[in-house]
């Protein structure tokens, strides 16, 4: 099930960036590969996924109150997508290999984002609006891409 971001995203954030995230957030899975769905919706959220091989996806969606995430893959073209919107997000996800995927969007509150990858041609886009931003990202390798949207 593709995430769709809100569509009250402010007017600041430009056509192109908006487009780059869209694109990191709903690509298709491949055949082979394993995926982990969360959706949650309420109060005291939290989630936490590991996974290992390659071409493994992960898509949480948590709104409501407490929200948190933590995500782990190892191995090459693996995909994160975090959208959070509520109180107190935070979301950290780390990977490893090549050619990974991580998108977050943090709308409200707290937010954080902590990213962490490795290896070559490695993408990683964040989208936080509202309250108190960060978003630490670290990369290891060449050919690798961050965008940070931040208001």
Do not use: K, Y
């Not at 090549?98 to 977050?104: C, D, K, T």
């Not at 964040?126 to 961050?146: D, F, K, L, M, Y």
Request: net charge positive.
């Amino acid at each position: 099930m593709p995430h769709a971001l809100p569509t009250n995203l402010p007017r600041t954030i430009g056509g192109a960036a908006l487009a780059l995230v869209v694109a990191l957030t709903s690509l298709p899975a491949e055949a082979g590969s394993s995926r982990v769905t969360v959706e949650q919706w309420g109060r005291d959220h939290s989630a936490a996924t590991a996974q290992t091989g390659h071409r493994q996806c992960v898509a949480i969606t948590q709104r409501g109150r407490s929200n948190l995430s933590f995500n782990t893959q190892d191995g090459a073209r693996n995909r994160v997508t975090v959208g959070q919107s509520g109180c107190r997000n935070v979301a950290d996800t780390a990977q490893d290999g090549r050619r990974n995927i991580v998108g977050v969007a943090q709308m409200g509150c707290r937010n954080e984002a902590t990213v962490t990858q490795g290896g070559h041609r490695n993408a990683i886009g964040v989208i936080q609006t509202g309250s108190g931003n960060t978003a630490r990202t670290t990369q290891h390798g060449n050919g690798n891409v961050v965008l940070i949207i931040q208001e």
